[in-house]
Nanobody, 122 residues
């Protein structure tokens, strides 16, 4: 059973930065992929970024490319999402997802955390 705990959300002005963390536990993640999704009010949950735990390969939604960076700390079993140049449209609840492959993560399957709220004021 995979447990995921997100943290780091908050209120930030447009143009600012935040770093989200996702602490993972419950199994060995060497062959897993982890990712971030977000859900804004009244909208469907959407893929943001993903990383292969083994290779470090990263994947991003077009809307965040060049602004967001996903990374991992193997020793801490933690995945990060560095968010720069934030825009009001980035306001959402951000969720961490873990699965056995990038494809499963990007499809929105796998295990979910409880989410962390990010609010960007304009």
């Amino acid at each position: 059973q995979v447990q995921l705990v997100e943290s780091g959300g908050g209120l930030v002005q447009a143009g600012g930065s935040l770093r989200l963390s996702c602490a993972a536990s419950g199994r060995t993640f060497s062959n897993y992929a982890l990712g971030w999704f977000r859900q804004a009010p009244g909208k469907e949950r959407e893929f943001v970024a993903a990383i292969s735990w083994r290779t470090g390969d990263t994947y991003y939604a077009d809307s965040v490319k060049g602004r967001f960076t996903i990374s991992r700390d193997n020793a801490k079993n933690t995945v990060y999402l560095q968010m720069n140049s934030l825009k009001s449209e980035d306001t959402a609840v951000y969720y961490c997802n873990a699965a056995r492959s990038i494809a499963i993560v990007k499809a929105g399957s796998g295990s979910w955390g409880q989410g962390t709220q990010v609010t960007v004021s304009s």
